[in-house]
Every structure is written in C-alpha cells, then in structure tokens.
C-alpha cells in the first residue's frame, strides 16, 4: 500500500505470523450486518490512501471516519454496517469505515499506517466537517491518528468518538480484575495484545494513546460500560484530557459491559448511548459548519 506523508512519520511495517485456526474461525463469525433498509443510506465502496473502504452515505453534513474494534485481530466494515448506517442516518453523515489490516498477520505499525493513510487522504480532499470514531481497538486507533495528525501539522479532527475503549495496551488496570465482563476480560486483552504488539512494546504512546500528548485534541466523547475492564481506559483519558484543557464528554452507564450497543443493539441502554454519540456528531459537525 503507499504511504502517506504522515505514516511515513511512523514506525516502519514489519512481517507478521500466520492466523491459527481458532481466530481464523473467529473472524467467520463476526458476520455481516445489514443495513436497515428503512434508512435512507447507500452504501458503496472507496478506497482512500490505497486502503479498501466501505462507504455510507446519507447526507452531506460532514464524515465520519469510523474504526472498527476487534482487537486489532478481527472485525471487518460488513461486521459494522448496521450500527455505521444508524450513525449516518440520524447524522447525516457519510460513515468511511476502513478495512484495516489485521494481526498477527499484519502487526503493529500496519493497521495505524492504514488508518493514518484513510485520515490523510479524508482530509486532503473535503473541506467540510470531521469527526474520528471508534470503538475498542478502533476506539484506541482513532485517538493515535488523531494524535499521529496533530504531530504532523494535518488539519485536526472537529471530534472524537470513543466507545470501550482500549487505550492502555499494558493492561495494567485493577478493573481487568474485578470487572464481571465476559466480551473483553484480561486474557483474551494479553492474547489479543501479543498478536498485535509480536515485540513491541506497550509503552510506546502509539500503541498506547492514553501515554500520548494530547495537546490540541478535539472535543472528545467517550463512552463506557461500569462492567468493562476497560474503565480505567475512558477515565485516564479525560482525566488527561482535562489536563490538557481538552473538552471531554465521559459516559459511563451502569451494568454494561464491552461494546454494548453493538452487542445488543436494541435494548434501551444501546439506543440511549448512540443518540448521545449521533447527538455528538451532530453538534460538532454543526459547529465546523
């Protein structure tokens, strides 16, 4: 794939390890979701910095740059068409959701590279609004492009969205102990961990962007469930954004666990936080306008 300006900043790509059978059957069952087609959004394909994309439109309000979670090891754009088309839809938006390279075949730096390579190219191209959003692994891909953008002078993101997110890749937090949460508990965190980092080490701010400068950040969402071990996470990251004179928006919402909107898209709780997160979008999108 090329490399943008900013991702030549990075890290260099390495060589990886081929996918066992267990994750490669894993990947199967995150299936496809289809859009609602009582939603006025169409969907189709792009690709930007060379990297596939899939593509919802339904208005010209602004773009949303959306990663998806997974680990950095599974997941794909059709696994996020529903919950991306209900973004677009109430926002107006067109959604811009990447297909990343995985892990352990591709480790860290190349699905950064990718998603940095997305933003660049984004943003080089449409003048209007810019939100970055994202949940779990993406949710923490999301907060190092924007930091990644900010150190190489590119325009910054009109906002944030994270959802569970995972941002302190040395899973040290006490939470990875005492959370109930069965979706993302500490071991499958460390087996999803070893097959991104292959040697890198957690320390680095762009593996872990709670330990990132966030100076000039964007105002910030962020989205949690009080089950996650992934508390400390959202917490670190508007305490630290607060220290950086950063707007932030923490959410936390009782007796949920990993990535509950997605999980269980139509219980009250789920339709609750994405009309808080579309609520989000809209406000910043509105604002860059």
Known sequence: ????????????????????????????????????????????????????????????????????????????????????????????????????????????????????????????????????????????????????????????????????????LRCISPFYRSSPDVYFPYTAAVAAREAYLQGASADDPLVSPLLADLAGFPPTLLQVGAHEALVDDAVGLAHALAENDVSARLEVVAGRSHTWPLLFPDESDSVTTVACLTDFIISRTADRR
């Not at 930007?48 to 899939?54: A, H, L």
């Not at 692994?137 to 907060?143: E, H, M, N, V, Y």
């Not at 190092?144 to 002078?153: D, W």
């Open 1 to 168: 794939m090329a490399t943008s300006t900013s991702a030549a900043r990075l890290p260099a790509e390495r060589a990886g390890v081929p996918a066992d059978p267990d994750l490669i059957e894993r990947r199967a069952k995150f299936a496809a979701a289809p859009v609602d087609p009582s939603l006025k959004v169409s969907v189709g394909d792009a690709s930007y910095g060379s990297v596939p994309c899939r593509v919802l439109r339904a208005g010209d309000a602004g773009t949303v740059l959306y990663l998806h979670g997974g680990g950095f090891r599974m997941g794909s754009p059709e696994a996020y068409l529903r919950y991306c088309s209900v973004i677009a839809d109430a926002t107006g938006t067109t959604v811009v959701i990447p297909r990343y390279r995985l892990a352990p075949e591709n480790p860290f730096p190349a699905g950064l590279h990718d998603a940095v390579d997305v933003y660049e190219d984004l943003v080089s191209s449409m003048d209007g609004p810019m939100v970055i959003a994202g949940d779990s692994a993406g949710a923490g891909l999301s907060a190092t492009v924007t930091a990644t953008a900010i150190r190489a002078g590119l325009r910054t993101p009109d906002g944030l969205a994270l959802l569970s997110p995972w941002l302190d």
